[in-house]
């Protein structure tokens, strides 16, 4: 069974009145159902094919959520970048990620909302010790050391850094016990300068793949 058999087909509610939605890069619709000419005319720019793939399947994920959004037709809505290279869609904040065939996007109604998706799969110890805090994966399996790499990409992207900065910029250690993520360094003056937002993660495994989104929350 492929990655793409294990996600589901519609919108999923995340926290905070967030919504988010897969993707399946095999089963992509022509690109004239769902890009603007301009989306067309750079996606034929875009040499690798599997880049050529998660670059539409981002945009077909964020669309078909901004789309049943705001009423628009996909093909009327462009996928952009903000000054921090967040990906805007109609004007509207939102994330996207891809990985194993499978693309994402994640809405949070234009507050800040970041999402990762990656396989589970063993990663060495020296990468283990590199990214994150001993407390961070207590029982130090491959799900647990990607769950805290996905919650930090999320947080990261909900931030509008990505990794540009050390994933150890971030400790994620409180959320186990209903705390809030701590930042350092960069990744610090980034979350003081968005006025210190209140930054909601929930994590889901699905089948082999698993999926974070960081929310900002509604009502701080
Ligand atoms: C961007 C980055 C977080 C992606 O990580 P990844 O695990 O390889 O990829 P993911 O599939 O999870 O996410 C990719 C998506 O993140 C989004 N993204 C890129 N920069 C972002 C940022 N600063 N903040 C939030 N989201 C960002 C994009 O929408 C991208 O998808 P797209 O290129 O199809 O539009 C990581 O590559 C990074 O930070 N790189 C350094 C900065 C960089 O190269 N930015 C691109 C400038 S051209």
Redesign the pocket.
Known sequence: MTAANMVPACFLDGPENSVFTFADLQKLPHADSFLTAEEQSFLKLIRIDKRKL??Q???LAAKRIISHETGKSMTALH?E?DA????ICGGRLI?????NGI?AAAYAGGRLV?????KIKPHSAAWQKHSFFEEEIPGHTDYEAIRAWTLK?AL?????????VPLKSINISALASGGLPVFTGKALERFESLGKPCLITKTSKIGELCFSIAVEAQYA
Do not use: C, Q
């Open positions: 998660e670059w399947g981002g945009r996928v970048y921090f290279h967040r990906p994330s996207i990620t891809h990985s693309a970041g999402a990762d998706l990656e990409e990261l992207k909900a931030l509008g850094l990505g990794l540009t």
